[in-house]
């Protein structure tokens, strides 16, 4: 299976799949509640997609320069930026829209009608809990453990922004828990899921030196089903956060410190 074959089988049809959903909705006019309406959404989905190209270039370049995974030559294009096949890149975008439309569709389906309540404790408490699963992490590079050697990149290189989004809102995430984890962790085992076919038909290889060598049905490292809980984590959290009320009212302090260029294209609070 080629890798743009991967892409399009397991990626693009679902994606397809939400999109029309999503126009469906808006010829229907069904709109997000209004807690959840300070930003244009596609501004917001747009906005990680940048995001998740610029954060995860280096890092999975890391990864193919250092042999942590490759890929079957065969099965690409050739077209490489870096170290890393135009495929990779082009995953990067289409599973931040899969998921963000996704989170969208559900978001409109399930308002949360309980009023919300600001937690500072479950903020503290959530982000010491990832920092403590960072540092224990990270720990498996500093001391060169070298099966732990993806597990602690990953986790290093994703836990760094989701202790800032438990930090900032882990209590709003919490408000919106039930589509938030709905969307998180179906995509995490349907993307698993294809993510183990493709391992199977040689598309990408798991270097076993470099990871626990823990697998789950069907021959899935332990790894890959991590890394897309966390990546859809990322997704999902970042994506609620930006959109919901509370977020623009805890922040609005700190952007009024914006240049004036800039609040123009802030939403209003």
């Known amino acids: 299976m080629t890798y743009f074959g991967f892409l399009a089988i397991f990626v693009g049809i679902p ?14 006019g069904l709109a997000l509640p209004t807690d959840l ?14 995001v998740a190209v610029l954060y995860t270039t280096p890092w999975d370049n890391y990864l193919v320069a250092t042999r942590v995974w490759w890929y079957d030559p065969a099965l690409v294009t050739g077209l490489l930026i870096g170290w890393v096949p135009i495929e990779e890149y082009t995953f990067f975008v289409v599973q931040t829209l899969l998921v963000g439309v996704a989170l969208l569709l559900v978001l409109r389906r399930q308002p949360v009608k309980t009023p ?4 500072l404790q479950l903020r503290i ?21 070298r099966a ?4 602690g990149l990953e986790m290093g290189w994703a836990l760094l922004p989701i202790m800032f989004q438990l930090a900032f809102g882990a209590d709003i995430l919490w408000h919106y828990r039930r589509p938030v984890l ?3 962790l179906g995509f ?35 790894e890959e089903l991590i890394f897309f809980f966390l990546t859809c984590t990322l997704v999902c959290f970042g994506v609620t956060l930006v959109l919901a009320e509370m977020s ?16 123009r294209f802030l939403p209003s609070t």
């Open 248 to 263: 623009q009212q805890r922040a609005a302090p700190a952007l009024k410190y914006c240049p004036p260029v800039l609040q």
């Open 182 to 184: 709905g969307v998180l």
């Open 37 to 50: 309406q300070t930003w244009s959404p596609w501004v917001v989905i747009w906005g990680h997609v940048i």
């Open 188 to 222: 995490t085992a349907y993307l698993s899921f294809a993510d183990t076919l493709a391992i199977a038909s040689g598309t990408w290889t798991i270097d076993p030196a470099q990871s626990f060598n823990i697998f789950l049905p069907g021959g899935l490292p332990i």
């Open 125 to 145: 408490g959530a982000t010491l809990g990832a920092g403590l699963l960072w540092f224990v992490s990270v720990c498996f590079l500093v001391l060169n453990i």
């Open 15 to 28: 994606l397809l799949g939400v999109l029309l959903w999503n126009q469906r909705d808006a010829r229907k």
């Open 116 to 119: 919300f309540v600001p937690n």
């Open 148 to 151: 732990g050697t993806y597990f």
